[in-house]
């Protein structure tokens, strides 16, 4: 991004905002930053690849979406937002080109430009008007104090749009959107062909122009305990151990934004931003980030994951798997070992045996003078080897 294209619009905090923000979350399904970096003229976000393109892109597509592939997708939306909303963040912008799909068909929440964070929750509440016009929640469209809650109306407007191939509020601008919102409830009367009813009440209740009444208001329960959702399994599709019902198909899908505002006036004018001195100073808090940097760890916040449980269980799992692999491999030497040493004559399993046992008894040795010792150097020596077994021998 142009450093002078972003003072001239006047948007270089929130980009920083954004910065700071983004690289602090951690969750499977959010486009999550990995690095962050600036030259002279530019700053640079890089993000997960999403080579699946987006939720409009298939809209365009022409791609009909099934019952059972928007559960899926609301799901991984849901499982997003309650991390998010756990950490008192708003994404306030949840629209179809903020979706975006990876090569193994899961979403990820991307684009956090306006997301915004409270701090004295639940008591706080956000009053700047933003968002996409037709996405936005009655409350936000007509600057009324919102919260959690107006990222529910936009996933109903999204879910209604997946089902009806529209939006519920369609204009041509902000003021006719906002004139239809003015008019009366939405509600969707009957289910589609293919669509449960279970699925029509959970719209109607996402898409109820009161916060206080829409479905969510009291806790991420309301949602996941819906009869449309109420048995579903989480747990597998939070450790993507589901296969997503829609896979795009194996190719990158890239949009490009070609700007053509290189006119004489306007680089004029950016010429004289990098000549200020405000361009000098804006930038100076956008400092390099790398994601897995020892360093950037250790000065990120401890977000809560309220999904902590799932990656426990994952993880005693891999913990189980792991040794129950080792003990296999200790089952398998011994057996090879019981197989060489019955092969062997008895002058040869007595020499090993001699030989294992110096060998240990000499690390011991060393260990207690804190002397280094390799238990798989063969340091031998066979003078005392020989000794032992001569009175050994002549024992018997």
């Known amino acids: 991004m142009s450093k002078a294209k972003l003072i001239d619009q ?19 399904f959010l486009a999550t930053l990995i690095f962050s970096f600036q030259d002279k003229d530019y700053i640079y976000m890089i993000h997960d690849l999403m080579s699946g393109g987006d939720l409009r892109y298939w809209y365009t597509q022409k791609k009909i979406f099934t019952e059972k592939e928007c559960k899926f997708l609301v799901v991984c939306i849901i499982l997003a937002l309650e991390y998010l909303h756990a950490n008192k963040i708003i994404h306030r912008d ?18 956090f430009g306006i997301a915004r964070m409270l701090n004295n929750e639940p008591e706080e509440k956000v009053i700047h008007v933003s968002g996409t016009p037709g996405y936005m929640a009655p409350e936000t469209i007509f600057k009324e ?22 939006r519920p509020f369609i204009g041509k601008n902000r003021q006719e959107i906002k004139e239809k919102m003015a008019k009366g409830q939405v509600k969707i009367k009957e289910a589609p062909k293919g669509w449960s009813p279970e699925i029509v009440d959970f719209i109607n209740k996402l898409l109820i122009k009161n916060p206080e009444e829409r479905l969510g208001s009291k806790g991420f329960s309301e949602l996941k305990f819906h009869p449309w959702l109420r048995f579903y399994d989480w747990k597998s599709t939070y450790l993507k151990k589901e296969k997503a019902p829609f896979i795009p198909p194996k190719k990158v899908i890239c949009s490009e934004e070609i700007e053509q505002n290189n006119t004489p006036d306007n680089l004029k004018k950016l010429q004289k931003i ?15 980030f790398n994601k897995y940097s020892k360093k950037c760890i250790e000065k990120r916040e401890p977000y809560i994951n309220p999904h902590a449980f799932y990656d426990e269980i994952e993880n005693r799992n891999k913990f189980k798997s792991i040794s129950e692999n080792l003990q296999k491999e200790v089952k398998i030497k011994e057996a090879n070992d019981k197989k060489r040493f019955a092969s062997m004559s008895p002058i040869e399993a007595v020499k090993t045996k001699i030989f294992n046992n110096n060998k240990k008894d000499e690390y011991k040795v060393n260990e207690k003078r804190g002397i280094g010792f390799d238990k798989n150097r063969n340091n031998l020596n066979l003078i005392k080897i020989n000794a032992k077994f001569r009175k050994l021998s002549d024992d018997i």
């Open 94 to 111: 949840l629209k179809p080109e903020n979706i975006l799909f990876d090569k193994n068909g899961y979403i990820h929440i991307a684009d």
């Open 145 to 166: 104090r919102h919260s959690y809650t107006s990222d529910f109306f936009s996933l109903g407007v999204i879910m209604y749009e997946m089902m009806l191939k529209k």
């Open 274 to 288: 990098k000549n200020s001195e405000l361009f000098q100073k804006a930038f100076i808090d956008f400092k390099y």
């Open 10 to 28: 006047n948007c270089y905090e929130d980009i920083i905002y954004e910065r700071d923000l983004e690289s602090n979350l951690d969750h499977p």
